[in-house]
């Protein structure tokens, strides 16, 4: 028997049954608790070919992820909500990681626009910045097979960008009122062995059942499990199903850099009942990957438990490092009062309430914006938006750009990275910059937008970083909350409390604003209950992002902020959605804050802060902020010498060359806010409110 192979009298501290784990429900939190650590081995981490498929409606799972420039067309139809085609503008991407086993192929089903001069349209990918053969598009749904050499995969998260000849605008043509610049319909997206018909994953497929601890492996179709290295870590198999004679079961680590160790070989029954070391893994985090080899027919079951005895030496804890990791984590459209620790009266936040206890709480957070673009500008920034001169989205940054968080940084020897789910927040912006990696996973206009996403491009990220001594900036921008509001099962609960008779499609912000129906309560409530199931999902989101966190060590001296960009409305003053006001509803936002070592923990702060705040604060703790750096915001690291005196600012601006507009949904707006203490005043610098009525300059709202 193998060396890896020890006694089975050896006691047990904690017990993980690793296949449950893997499954779960969709869309629930998955975890368990080895010693104290909660360990997020969802279907979301798993690393397998048989995920290697695209749900076009973008719910989250498989390890292909959209990148920028992938959006759905909504159709108003009881029946088919949202059209299933995908329409590509721009240079989309696709990541992915690199398969387990063999050479594969990308197969797109597309079609391409018609061109108004009838050019041809070539579609160039680009894998990882190399360039492979064009390809041209015939007219109609047709599959496109792209080869994806292997000399150009990584280890990492791969980049596929889809760079296309030309691209129209719809609306222009005739072809719906999309106003985006489009190429292609694209109806699915999957990868298939080298040569091979792409349902043969169906056949191939390595399977997690839902109701048991099995996993079932078929020949050429290895699954890879998340771990990291611990002391005294060892997995036990508790039973074999369906083992062939010649059958032989290969256990290896796929370690930092893909680097791969065998571990054990043999034939499956040989480890029944026994337990196979597993502190000869790497001193990174790793996969643990099994394999079925010489196998004819059926599918090879396996039942599995890992046990580990000690959780001190985690591979990746940075308990020591001089500088401390940083995350900021960012949910779109998240109102304060949506959430527990902020005084809400439904259960919408269990795991934002019980991170606030480690945590300093600012109960009165401003944002200097109700719109993203330049929310986010002002928070990465440290500037109001009339210094940072991004004030709508309409308009690129031009000229001289302030410096982002990222940048400043990366000159003081982070890492970088960021993960952003909306479109908005990328390089359409200048968002990108100072950012080494930078995965615009877009998912605004998608059914079923899943900010578990955001735990694969993480966990990946940091297996396969590049350096391991560097601390570490990520940047976090998820948009469960934003609409459409779609929350899926028991999400539904509080939507459930109230009315509830239009159809689903209609319980969105510009409907309601259309057809006025603010005096309408119980619809008003119906949605309300739709957007708190978002946020409860979010909720559940970040509980799972922290839990990585802890599990890759990375928590304790880690500086994290959650935060929003801005709120939402729901007819307080009779509007809805965002953008067109500075009401509380739309400028408080949450603002949590856990410094290094726990520092302050639990803390509630009632002086007035702003986003800005947030810059000076991490740059303080990261070694300083320069003398020459000029901000708007001061640091709140120490929140008894906050001034809570100062003004605090908050402005949305007219779309440059809008005129004023016969439709009051339409017409332009400029506000500016100003906040001292307990006095607001805004200011309306046009002659009508935003529903078009004539309006006073001033108001204290």
Partial sequence: MSANLRSASKPIVAVAALAVLLVGCRGQHVSTVIGEVPVPLDPGLVYRDSALQVDIAGNGRGLVKLGRGWHQQRYRSAVQRWRLDSWADGSPTLYFLSPLEGSWDLILRCAPFSHPENREQILTPVLNGNDLPGHRLESGFHDLRISLPREHLRSAINELVLRFAWTVVPREIGKGDEH??????????????????????????????????????????????PLVARNDRELVVTDIEGAEPDEQLVLEFLGH????????????????????????????????????????????????????????????????????????????????????????HRPTSPRIDAFAAEAMVFERAWSPSPYTPPATMSLLTGLFPYRHRFVHARRRPSGTLAPLLSELLQDNGYETVAISQSYNIGPLYTFERGFESFYSNDAVARAGSESADVAWFLWNHVVFRSSESRPLFGYIHVVDTHQPYKPQGGDRTFAMQHGGWFRDWKYQPEYFWDHGLADNTEEVAHMRGLYDGEVLRADRQFGRFLDLLRYLGLYESSLIILTADHGEEFAEHRGFGHIRSLYAELVHVPLLAKLPAGREAGRSIRKRVSLVDVVPTVLELAGGIPQDLDLDGTSFARPDEIDDSRYVLAEINPWPGEAPSDDWRHRSIDLRAAVSGDLKCIENRLDWDRFGRPAERFQQK
């Fill in 180 to 225: 985006r610049p489009t190429a292609v319909k694209v109806s699915s997206i999957k990868m298939a062995p080298r040569g091979r018909d792409p349902r043969i994953l169906q056949k191939r497929a390595s399977v997690l059942e839902e109701s048991t601890a099995t996993i079932r492996l078929r020949a050429g179709s290895p699954v890879a499990l």
């Fill in 257 to 344: 850099r893909g680097t791969r160790r065998s571990l054990w070989r043999g034939h499956p029954e040989q480890l029944r009942g026994q337990r196979v070391d597993l502190t000869t893994a790497p001193a990174t985090p790793v996969y643990l990957v099994l394999s079925s080899r010489n196998r004819r027919h059926g599918a090879l079951g396996l039942q599995i438990q890992v046990k580990e005895a000690d959780r001190q030496d985690t591979a990746f804890s940075d308990e020591s490092a001089e500088l401390p990791n940083i995350f900021i984590y960012t949910i779109d459209t998240l109102r304060a009062d949506a959430l527990g620790t902020y005084g809400y």
